[in-house]
């Protein structure tokens, strides 16, 4: 292999990647917006850093985390569940994003309204967790908001 045919591949690779940070970014800003103009009472706040992960503090309590899996060119979104301070983190949900902006082979990532649902889908299970503890007058684990597969290998 020359020179020149390493360059062409090493430059399509930046762009791909490059192409990929900029649809996460978009995403980022498009769910940002979206969260922060609803007149929906989430009881989230803002704070992010695009670069690198998106989070919302859930009543004040619980940070929820959304970044991308680890790894080169990964296009899996994970949404994680935290304490506030950071002690204890559990995977909420996973998310496909493609090369294109797509979330889970159909939901556009500059489409305000379709992203919230999206992103609402993802984490009610977290709500409906916290609902029956407060409503039951229980403890909440943090392992009851993991995914329900990791729940069962876990169990």
Known sequence: MTIWELSEKAEYIADRHQQLHNQWQHYCNTLTQAITLSKAKLHHAVGCNPDDDLRFFLFDHFVVRIALAEGFNSQVIEYFIETRNGEQKVLIARAHMAQNGTLDNSID??????????????????????????????PLRMADLSLPEIRRATA
């Not at 990532?109 to 229980?138: F, G, M, Q, T």
């Open 109 to 138: 990532n500059r489409d305000r309204n379709a992203v919230l649902d999206h992103y609402l889908e993802k984490i009610s299970p977290v709500y409906d967790c916290l609902y029956r503890a407060i409503h039951d007058d229980v």
